[in-house]
């Protein structure tokens, strides 16, 4: 198949699953942060709310796609990228419990547009008290990840969890090459995301942002932290509504990237104490969120 030859607009692809009011923020700040409206498409998860149908009637530019069967967040952002029109050439993803910082979006674009090699671009990414969450990340290897998932809750300092989530870039002030970027909020590079067949869908939330990275890099594209481009992170309504599922599917995604990146023989038996330890992580966690 031929690939498409794409035009040089931004389109906005949201993910939502019962947004509430966040979803209108999301919007409001991301018109205000841009001179002209973006197209954005919504699409929805199966929401019960009525948020995504109240913003797509209310704002011009707005199209609703629904899969009630919830697929999962990579899912619905390839559903949603693949109705953009032909002159969509750079997708912005997002979540909807985001507010955009004026001149971000701009900043995003002329720095990926600058260098045909970038695939993906990820802005600073504050969280609603003002500190600095750290959206942009090394690709674990196989003991920072492990190191990481079973320590960092009891150990955040320990070296697996530093190198892992490279807090350093806090203190960046260039664009700034990496493994990969927060899929909450991202632009990234139409064709490369075709050339790559978007996210893999076989994960249902978390990690497919990794993995995207670690296949943009493959393919021969960077990831690249834009510290001057800002969002900040509200927090997920969407996801805190159901903790105890999205608690069991990070851990079942950090599993499926380590057996997805290792398929090796040799590396059975360290992915079966790799899934032990994660199963062990888990169990922990449950017990904390019941108290």
Same mark, same amino acid.
């Given at each position: 198949? %031929? &690939? #498409?030859?794409?035009?040089?607009?931004?389109? !906005?692809? *949201?993910?939502?699953?019962?947004?509430? =009011?966040?979803?209108? /923020?999301?919007?409001?700040?991301?018109?205000?942060?841009?001179?002209?409206?973006?197209?954005?498409?919504?699409?929805?998860?199966?929401?019960?709310?009525?948020?995504?149908?109240?913003?797509?009637?209310?704002?011009?530019?707005?199209?609703?796609?629904?899969?009630?069967?919830?697929?999962?967040?990579?899912?619905?952002?390839?559903?949603? %990228? &693949? #109705?953009?029109?032909?002159?969509?050439?750079? !997708?912005? *993803?997002?979540?909807?419990?985001?507010? =955009?910082?004026?001149? /971000?979006?701009?900043?995003?674009?002329?720095?990926?547009?600058?260098?045909?090699?970038?695939?993906?671009?990820?802005?600073?990414?504050?969280?609603?008290?003002?500190?600095?969450?750290?959206?942009?990340?090394?690709?674990?290897?196989?003991?920072?990840?492990?190191?990481?998932?079973?320590?960092?809750?009891?150990?955040?300092?320990?070296?697996?969890?530093?190198?892992?989530?490279?807090?350093?870039?806090?203190?960046?002030?260039?664009?700034?090459?990496?493994?990969?970027?927060?899929?909450?909020?991202?632009?990234?590079?139409?064709?490369?995301?075709?050339?790559?067949?978007?996210f893999d869908e076989g994960f249902f939330m978390y990690f497919e942002d990794v993995d995207l990275g670690k296949r943009?890099?493959?393919?021969?594209?960077?990831?690249?932290?834009v510290p001057d481009a800002e969002v900040v992170h509200i927090g997920g309504s969407s996801t805190s509504q159901h903790?105890?599922?999205?608690?069991?599917?990070?851990?079942?995604?950090?599993?499926?990237?380590?057996?997805?990146?290792?398929?090796?023989?040799?590396?059975?038996?360290?992915?079966?104490?790799?899934?032990?330890?994660?199963?062990?992580?888990?169990?922990?966690?449950?017990?904390?969120?019941?108290?």
């Amino acid at each position: 198949m %031929a &690939a #498409v030859e794409y035009g040089d607009g931004i389109g !906005v692809v *949201v993910v939502t699953y019962s947004p509430g =009011v966040e979803l209108d /923020a999301f919007v409001a700040s991301l018109d205000a942060a841009t001179a002209t409206p973006l197209p954005v498409v919504l699409s929805d998860n199966g929401s019960t709310d009525g948020a995504p149908q109240r913003v797509a009637a209310a704002r011009p530019g707005t199209r609703l796609i629904v899969d009630e069967t919830n697929p999962g967040y990579g899912a619905a952002v390839n559903a949603g %990228a &693949a #109705v953009l029109g032909p002159e969509i050439g750079w !997708v912005l *993803v997002c979540n909807s419990d985001l507010t =955009v910082r004026p001149g /971000a979006i701009e900043r995003l674009a002329e720095v990926i547009r600058a260098d045909d090699s970038i695939g993906v671009v990820g802005p600073l990414i504050r969280n609603d008290d003002g500190s600095v969450y750290p959206s942009a990340r090394r690709l674990p290897s196989f003991r920072d990840g492990i190191g990481h998932a079973v320590l960092a809750d009891r150990w955040p300092g320990n070296p697996w969890t530093r190198r892992y989530r490279q807090e350093e870039l806090g203190l960046a002030t260039e664009p700034t090459a990496t493994g990969w970027v927060s899929g909450a909020c991202f632009l990234v590079r139409r064709s490369a995301f075709d050339a790559i067949g978007g996210f893999d869908e076989g994960f249902f939330m978390y990690f497919e942002d990794v993995d995207l990275g670690k296949r943009m890099l493959e393919a021969g594209y960077s990831s690249v932290y834009v510290p001057d481009a800002e969002v900040v992170h509200i927090g997920g309504s969407s996801t805190s509504q159901h903790s105890e599922r999205m608690l069991r599917a990070h851990h079942e995604s950090a599993y499926r990237y380590l057996a997805k990146k290792y398929p090796q023989w040799f590396m059975r038996p360290a992915l079966l104490v790799a899934r032990w330890g994660l199963q062990l992580r888990l169990r922990s966690e449950l017990r904390r969120t019941a108290r």
